[in-house]
T-cell receptor
Framework: DTGVTQSPTHLIKTRGQQVTLRCSPI?????VSWYQQVLGQGPQFIFQ???????GRGNFPDRFSARQFPNYSSELNVNALLLGDSALYLC??????????FGQGTRLTVV | RKEVEQDPGPFNVPEGATVAFNCTYS??????FFWYRQDCRKEPKLLMS???SGNEDGRFTAQLNRASQYISLLIRDSKLSDSATYLC???????????FGAGTQVVVTP
């Protein structure tokens, strides 16, 4: 059984650019969530999707958007990147309301 | 007030010793609770779920006190491999939105 997979693992972008991060959940999991973790803090909730619909949104600006595809994979998009968007972006998959399992994350550096 | 508060540590623990730490949460509607461990620059990994009656998994014991809104984790017979940051995680809603604390760092020394 493969776990949660995220791509890419590392990314360097310039301020103002746009980025797309990808996540494939564990087989059978229909819920995908995205978290941002900056150094020294715990992960912060960005979005949750279930059955291709947004079920929750954290306190992030509209530059952040996401979607879920029919195969339950998901993309997180961030527009107009700021230096402060540099972080580890984590994707978690779960059965709805159940314990979540995380991918290895995408480390985004904005320069 | 932060929604989930944890002592950041570090807790320096001799190998073989016992260490315990708590976290407090503010959302009284939280229904599910978890402890995750996170190694430096890695993803969080589920350590254990926390049940109202308290539960044990090998050397790890978790307790939940809903009245006082705190969760505890006790590690017995600490191993060097237990060195990590431990994240206290209540689930915020029925969809499973997780609210993370900043974590408690544990350093087990030989």
């Amino acid at each position: 059984d493969t776990g949660v997979t995220q791509s890419p693992t590392h990314l360097i972008k310039t301020r103002g650019q746009q980025v797309t991060l990808r996540c494939s959940p564990i087989s059978g999991h229909k819920s995908v969530s995205w978290y941002q973790q900056v150094l020294g803090q715990g992960p912060q909730f960005i979005f949750q999707y279930y059955e291709k619909e947004e079920r929750g949104r954290g306190n992030f600006p509209d530059r952040f958007s996401a979607r879920q595809f029919p195969n339950y994979s998901s993309e997180l998009n961030v527009n107009a990147l700021l230096l402060g968007d540099s972080a580890l972006y984590l994707c978690a998959s779960s059965l709805v309301g159940d314990k979540a399992f995380f991918g290895q994350g995408t480390r985004l550096t904005v320069v | 007030r932060k929604e989930v508060e944890q002592d950041p540590g570090p807790f320096n623990v001799p190998e073989g010793a016992t260490v315990a730490f708590n976290c407090t949460y503010s959302n009284s509607a939280s229904q599910s609770f978890f402890w995750y461990r996170q190694d430096c620059r890695k993803e969080p990994k589920l350590l254990m779920s926390v049940y109202s009656s308290g539960n044990e998994d090998g050397r790890f014991t978790a307790q939940l006190n809903r009245a006082s809104q705190y969760i505890s984790l006790l590690i017995r017979d600490s191993k060097l491999s237990d060195s990590a940051t431990y994240l206290c995680v209540p689930s915020e809603d029925s969809w499973g939105k997780l609210q993370f604390g900043a974590g408690t760092q544990v350093v087990v020394t030989p």
